[in-house]
């Protein structure tokens, strides 16, 4: 079973940030914060993922609370292109064979 | 870099054929890869492990008779749909796991999915 809890959908208005939230309450001390997005009918795309700092990559910023059991990723500008299902994944880095489980993900629609 | 191409990307069968899925790491080697089936608006289930020269090892409740799963180089594994039925329909996604690809060790990338459709 997937070890996080995420709302099930958003809307956004295209141009403004989408904050998608994650609660991860029992995440392990070597377990880092993954995010995918799934847009229709294609495979998850890797967005971003954090351990405790703050990340920010060329796609989204990635905010992790300080006690860790929970995070928000920001899409600074969301654009029509950027509706998709959204899957915040908790997961040992270069865990070995260990896939990825993941669970219903938020559902986000930008919207003009 | 970190590539994963499927194909085919859409495929349509009659009931009782069987139909060979590819997922091959472009750029990276993978000793590992997964296997995900998804239907209409449901989330991604694991069906299978694929380790290069090994057998796979199949979830609870996955026919590994039915779902023929090779691996039989770093950068390609196969998966094989026997006898398909209508109910087999699904989006068929495989995941790679880079190795001797520099930042990216470890990580997961994903292919872009297969459609199959069993009439």
């Known amino acids: 079973d997937a070890k996080t809890t995420q709302p099930p959908s958003m809307d956004c208005a295209e141009g403004r940030a989408a904050n998608l939230p994650c609660n991860h309450s029992t995440i392990s001390g070597n377990e880092y914060v993954y995010w995918y997005r799934q847009i229709h009918s294609q495979g998850p795309q890797y967005i971003i993922h954090g351990l405790k700092n703050n990340e920010t990559n060329e796609m989204a910023s990635l905010i992790i609370t300080e006690d860790r059991k929970s995070s928000t990723l920001i899409l600074p500008h969301a654009t029509l292109r950027d509706t998709a299902v959204y899957y915040c994944?908790?997961?040992?880095?270069?865990?070995?064979?260990?896939?990825?489980?993941f669970g219903k993900g938020t559902r986000l629609s930008v919207i003009a | 870099g970190a590539v994963v191409s499927q194909h085919p990307s859409r495929v349509i069968c009659k009931s009782g054929t069987s139909v060979k899925i590819e997922c091959r790491s472009l750029d990276f080697q993978a000793t590992t890869m997964f296997w995900y089936r998804q239907f209409p608006k449901q989330s991604l289930m694991l069906m299978a492990t694929?380790?290069?020269?090994?057998?796979?090892?199949?979830e609870q409740g996955v026919e590994k008779d039915k779902f023929l799963i090779n691996h039989a180089s770093l950068t390609l594994s196969t998966l094989t749909v026997t006898s398909a039925h209508p109910e087999d329909s699904s989006f068929y996604i495989c995941s790679a796991r880079a190795v001797r690809a520099g930042g990216l060790t470890g990580e997961l990338f994903f292919g872009e999915g297969s459609r199959l459709t069993v009439l």
């Open positions: 994944i908790v997961r040992v880095a270069n865990s070995g064979n260990t896939p990825l489980v």
């Open positions: 694929s380790n290069e020269g090994s057998k796979a090892t199949y």
